[in-house]
């Protein structure tokens, strides 16, 4: 079985602060972890992927994630927030011994909103 | 990269009418294409993953009769909403993901609104 959690609906960031959002995982094995993320009436923009190698993930747009096995974490985080990086993120999981499905679980999202 | 095209993006028709929504791929061959489901403000609803040439795997609580999903190609899947009704308006979304790979891409989304 295969689960993540969001535990954030919103997070609000003034432009240039750091910014984080939060993402734990479930799984019976080693998991498959990726970040999405979605403008309004826009689909899912892929943003970052962890398979295996370096916890520490960089991808599109200056966004990076580390990979935490003990906490069974995935945060996505940015140095520096821009106003353009409010939407919605999607933090997903796949289990790679669940067989031949390669089917992920999505979180419920977490809307980034930064403030000027 | 790879780009799914995802066809119309937004549709306003009347009850009962039935909807065809496509998906393609454009520059890779989506042995796998997922269909979902988005209510405002939440999160992605599976609907189903369609294979190519194969049936479509619905999940549970999805109807197959309401939902048709055509996956005729490595490059063209198809969702077709039948009869139509207002509960059926909501934001659709497909993917596609290469044999073995990952991660999935998306469509940019249709927006149905069934008056």
């Known amino acids: 079985a295969q689960s993540v959690a969001q535990p954030e609906d919103q997070v609000n960031v003034a432009e240039g602060n750091p910014l984080t959002v939060k993402c734990t995982y479930s799984v019976s094995g080693n998991p498959y972890l990726f970040w999405y993320v979605q403008y309004p009436n826009r689909g899912l923009q892929f943003l970052l992927k962890?398979?295996?190698?370096?916890?520490l993930v960089k991808g599109s747009y200056g966004f990076e994630a580390e990979f935490n096995k003990s906490q069974t974490s995935f945060h996505l985080k940015k140095p520096s927030a821009l106003v353009s990086d409010s939407a919605l993120y999607f933090c997903?999981?796949?289990?790679?011994?669940?067989?031949?499905?390669?089917?992920?679980?999505f979180g419920r999202g977490t809307s980034l909103i930064v403030h000027p | 990269g790879a780009v799914v095209s995802q066809h119309p993006s937004r549709v306003i028709c009347k009850s009962g009418t039935s909807v065809k929504i496509e998906c393609r791929s454009l520059?890779?061959?989506?042995?796998?294409m997922f269909w979902y489901r988005q209510f405002p403000k939440q999160s992605l609803m599976l609907m189903a993953t369609?294979?190519?040439?194969?049936?479509?795997?619905?999940e549970q609580g999805v109807e197959k009769d309401k939902f048709l999903i055509n996956h005729a190609s490595l490059t063209l899947s198809t969702l077709t909403v039948t009869s139509a009704h207002p509960e059926d308006s909501s934001f659709y979304i497909c993917s596609g993901s290469r044999t073995g790979q990952e991660p999935q891409h998306f469509g940019d989304g249709t927006r149905l609104s069934i008056l």
């Open positions: 520059d890779f061959q989506a042995t796998t």
């Open positions: 997903a999981v796949r289990d790679p011994s669940s067989g031949g499905s390669y089917i992920p679980t």
């Open positions: 962890y398979i295996t190698g370096d916890n």
């Open positions: 369609s294979n190519e040439g194969s049936k479509a795997t619905y």
